[in-house]
């Protein structure tokens, strides 16, 4: 397959000056979450009116506040989002104890009202449960009835698409279409609604402090949607870049990526962290086929043998759809250019 273009920009999101237009196909992105604690720095920065609304424990004023500047970012990435293009936003709710009330933050509902207020339609979302092996599930009284709460144990995946269904007019852009297909099996556990099988990832790129400052989430979350939700050849956004996992999963998955964050160490790990991902990416696409050919085998095992042949590769496959199918396989990535990446197949 062709190569793949990297961009990895340092700015703030609430501007994207360099993306054009109505140029992205897909957005992949997890931002600083409201009222969360570690965020509280990052927000009164942006604007200086959270800090006083949390002073005062004001909670309700101080989530506004903040998803006004998350509000600014969504409004610039409606804009570069292509006709038909999806978005997916990975944020999970905040729980937090203001002025001697503890409530919950409904992080989730609000980006999804922002959306929707700038004309995206709402899709049905994924549920990620990350999976804990904490002792102390709740939160509050303990065993004492009626103040203990339950504790947070998942994320949501917010799925957003622009306009109408995406149209593939061309030869070429149907092939393309049919070279980036999933396997069925593949469908079957991407497209649930709720994520049980993948754990939350403890973020080592960068060192503790690093983790405390990026919105990092599994990368296993990034490639499925980009699989799910973009062809190859297509070029995959995140305004809040942090460590690279969108730009890394971009270039595992055969995308071109355009990625913006503010800090310039984090970018700097992304940049790193995307030139020296060959072996994980080359891992990550021998797997899939090796997940598929364990697959045939226990089908054929129970005595179903599949009715369709990959023309690539010439193993079985369940339906006609995946018989085009191509996994990019990463053999190289370039030195970075100013800001710049490319990624080549083999």
Not at 69 to 86: A, F, M, P, Q, Y
Request: net charge positive; proline share 4%.
């Amino acid at each position: 397959m062709e190569g793949t273009r990297h961009l990895i920009l340092r700015g703030d999101s609430r501007e994207m000056r360099r993306v054009e237009r109505e140029s992205v196909d897909l957005v992949v992105t997890s931002p600083p979450y409201p009222m969360i604690q570690m965020w509280d720095a990052l927000f009164s920065g942006m604007n200086g009116k959270v800090a006083g609304a949390l002073s005062r424990g004001d909670g309700e004023r101080a989530f506004e506040l903040m998803h006004d500047e998350l509000d600014i970012v969504w409004k610039r990435t409606c804009s570069v989002l292509r006709e038909g293009g999806i978005a997916c936003i990975v944020i999970g709710d905040a729980t937090r104890k203001l002025g001697g009330a503890f409530r919950l933050y409904q992080n989730h509902s609000r980006v999804v009202s922002s959306f929707v207020a700038r004309g995206l339609q709402p899709l049905p979302g994924i549920m990620w449960v990350k999976q804990s092996n904490k002792p102390n599930k709740f939160l509050g009284s303990g065993m004492l009835p009626p103040s203990a709460y339950p504790t947070l144990e998942h994320e949501h995946i917010l799925l957003f698409r622009k306009g109408l269904n995406r149209t593939f007019s061309t030869a070429a852009e149907k092939q393309r279409r049919r070279r980036s297909a999933y396997f069925w099996e593949e469908r079957n556990r991407w497209f649930s609604d709720a994520w049980v099988d993948i754990k939350g990832e403890r973020q080592r790129i960068g060192g503790e402090q690093m983790s405390r400052r990026s919105a990092s989430f599994p990368i296993e979350i990034a490639r499925r949607l980009v699989c799910m939700f973009s062809v190859q050849g297509d070029t995959v956004l995140d305004p809040f870049l942090g460590r690279g996992t969108t730009a890394v999963s971009a270039a595992c998955c055969g995308r071109n990526s355009i990625g913006i964050e503010i800090d310039g160490i984090l970018r700097g790990v992304s940049v790193r962290r995307l030139s020296g991902s060959v072996k994980e990416c080359s891992t990550y696409s021998a797997r899939r086929l090796e997940n598929h050919m364990e697959y045939v085998a226990r089908r054929r095992k129970t005595g179903n043998e599949l009715r369709y042949v990959s023309r690539k590769y010439g193993f079985p496959v369940t339906t006609s759809q995946e018989t085009d199918i191509e996994v990019p396989v990463l053999a190289a990535v370039a030195e970075p250019h100013e800001d710049c990446l490319d990624a080549s197949y083999s």
